[in-house]
């Protein structure tokens, strides 16, 4: 990524952080930024606290009311709040956005009922929440601030890729996806919302160009234009989120496709550079990387439960997956399959 700092302040703030009162707030920043680095993100921006402007909030709207969002009507609730994170957490004055990598170094056999890449491992809402408590708390006692605040990683009500743009990670892809330069997109995202103001990043300029790979790759045509998703369309929101069938018209679109979708991820570029993450939490339960669509049909909830306890998956529930498992039975007993 492009944000870069200085090691050896680095190590000289981290050293002493007694003598903290002699740097000055960049300083601090960039011995926050190491800190995330060591913790394991790839990636630390800041933001400043403040509204976010109308008309990105008339945009989200526009998509609410075009029905964009499905069957998903916790992205109704809580405006307020999602346009400004002073409301989320009243004394907000800035937001650490960390990014943290899930690219698996091992995947699934072709053949296999797919999961998308970032249900690999453990769940990603506690692995990056926990990290970011631990960066909350260096900061209040290894450089010794007198700061407070409150780590969220997709677990509350903010525009995330609008704020990890505004913090200078990445840009806002077509695909909707953050991309992070010579990094790529597959990333979690989290944020540390703290009562400190502190310097803030630059945003950086969007660097997809010309390039429409993602929007004609997506095999149900999800997209509505370049960054506009339809997400009743999308097959992560049709495998994980919506309660009933799969679509009889789109459930061959999905081919092998049973929880999540990485199609506009694949084939995008900028995932050239994407390397294998060294997170451990994410790496991939042999038992997945094992499950046949034979295993699939017989699995029992014990069998589930032991499956896929402690991953992101279980917020589907056996049923959801079983339900997703019906809609593209068919799939792996054709002989042609395109889109698999």
Known sequence: PRLSWSLGLCEQVIASPSHLSSFSPEEIVTAIKAEALRLGFSACGIARAEAVPSEVMASYDAWIDAGHQGSMEYLERNRELRADPRVLLP???SLIAVAMNYYPAEKQAEDAPQFAYYAYGRDYHKVVKKRLDKLLLYMQEGLELTVSGRAFADSAPILERYWAEKAGLGWRGKNSLLIIPRAGSYFFLGFLLVDLELPADEPMRNLCGKCTRCQTACPTQAFVRPGVLDARRCISYLTIEQKGEIPQDLA??????LYGCDAC???????RYARPTEIEDFSPRESLLR????????LTEEEYLALFAGTAVKRAGREGLLRSWRGIRENFSSPEDPEG
């Open 91 to 93: 004394g907000t004055r």
């Open 252 to 257: 061959p679109k999905l081919g092998k496709r």
């Open 265 to 271: 991820q694949q084939c995008c570029p900028w995932n």
């Open 291 to 298: 499950l046949s669509p034979e295993a699939l049909e017989a």
